[in-house]
């Protein structure tokens, strides 16, 4: 990254390494607190990731602040698995006539938030997307990524453990994905965050730091070497995602490299330094981003791109309508937010499943979702969503 920062000197990024940004934690915003039906319960609800420093000298600034959560409604459907309601009008006594012309009622089926396939097909699912072009992944595939930066242990299961321990942890989720849905064959993948979102403005006066492109080449090389595929994930900060995507344009270019964006860390609009508002992009950015990645799978002759755009806030993608798909892009809004299985389900129903775009995404964080004793969800209970996630990230 010497072309961002040349002047730092190593003892001051060494010290200024312990004060990289916390990112927030997933968390419902206060607009949709507020539309809680009468006599249910609210919850404090949790900002997202934790985003730690890396721990290597870096070019670096100073740690945001922690974000304020916002308060999020409890789901109103029950928190056990589907039930069967066994009740029949055989059950009913009538005067001697007993339940004569009347056909006993079927099996009524109890959905949890997020489950439910009628609520799905009336927000528009299955969404029409346009033919999955030679080369696409989805929805053939289930992608399982591993996501976080190798200089921190603190922002994801990708940097958490060491490099040979981290790639074999991944086979064994993408295993058990495997085996829980044999009709998608599992597409292992390295989510990268390359562009970290920082609580001061730094050099640049950006609020953002850019991987060094050695750093980004090893992960890279990881991801091939047990044939998974990457993906470059950014947290502009205060940058603008039409300055910094063109940057990445040399790591894009190869068939098995793939995008993500964090409408959190986008905080150009409100001027506030990240972890202290949750961000947002709007339909016009995705899809100039959707359009940059179109354009290089011309240019280069490439397989479509999957983009991920994280949410879990209703502000966070805004005019979701308008967001254009593509053949040459697979758009997957993905779920981001952590906390208990209720509350996770139901950020996917209000953000995700209530927004149709194309394919859908679904956030596992191995720490704050079981940080209060809840178990982290397994993947049978993750695909009883409506629709199935195609892209699992795990933090």
């Not at 850019?210 to 991801?223: F, H, L, R």
Request: glycine share 8%; net charge positive.
């Amino acid at each position: 990254m010497k072309h961002l920062y040349p002047n730092h000197h190593p003892a001051l990024l060494l010290i200024a390494l312990l004060a990289l940004p916390l990112a927030l934690m997933g968390c419902k915003d206060k607009k949709a607190a507020a539309t809680t039906p009468a006599g249910a319960a609210t919850v404090q609800g949790q900002p997202t990731s934790a985003q730690a420093t890396p721990a290597a000298p870096l070019p670096a600034t100073t740690t945001p602040a922690t974000a304020t959560p916002t308060a999020q409604p409890t789901a109103t459907t029950p928190a056990a698995a589907a039930k069967f309601d066994a009740q029949s009008s055989a059950g009913k006594k009538g005067k001697g006539k007993g339940a004569k012309g009347k056909e006993a009622a079927g099996p009524k089926v109890s959905y949890r938030s997020g489950e439910d396939p009628d609520f799905a097909a009336k927000k528009g699912w299955p969404v029409k997307y346009p033919a999955p072009l030679p080369g696409s992944i989805l929805p053939q595939k289930r992608i399982v990524a591993y996501y976080g930066n190798p200089l921190s242990k603190r922002m994801g299961a990708l940097g958490e453990y060491q490099k040979d321990d981290m790639l074999q942890r991944l086979k064994r989720e993408a295993a058990k994905w495997q085996a829980a849905d044999p009709s998608h064959p599992v597409q292992p993948a390295l989510h990268l965050i390359a562009v970290v979102a920082q609580g001061e403005p730094g050099k640049a006066g950006l609020y953002r730091m850019v991987m060094p492109d050695k750093i980004i080449n090893d992960v890279y090389s990881w991801a091939r070497s047990i044939n998974a595929i990457m993906f470059i994930d950014i947290q502009t900060g205060h940058d603008n995602i039409r300055n910094i995507l063109p940057r990445f344009e040399w790591i894009l270019k190869n068939p098995d490299v793939h995008l993500g964006i964090d409408p959190e860390f986008n905080l150009i609009k409100s001027g506030k330094k990240p972890g202290t508002k949750i961000g947002t992009y709007d339909a016009a950015d995705i899809n100039y981003a959707s359009n940059y990645l179109k354009e290089l799978v011309k240019k280069y002759n490439l397989p479509p791109k999957v983009f991920i755009v994280h949410r879990f806030t209703r502000n966070g993608v805004t005019n979701s309508k308008n967001i254009q798909l593509r053949p040459e892009v697979q758009i997957v809004m993905n779920m981001d937010g952590w906390g208990a299985p209720w509350l996770k389900r139901d950020s996917y129903k209000d953000y995700v499943v209530a927004e149709p775009v194309e394919f859908t995404g679904f956030k596992l964080f191995y720490h704050n979702d079981t940080k209060k004793g809840d178990p982290l969800l397994t993947p049978k209970e993750v695909l009883m969503l409506n629709p199935k996630p195609l892209y699992i990230q795990y933090q």
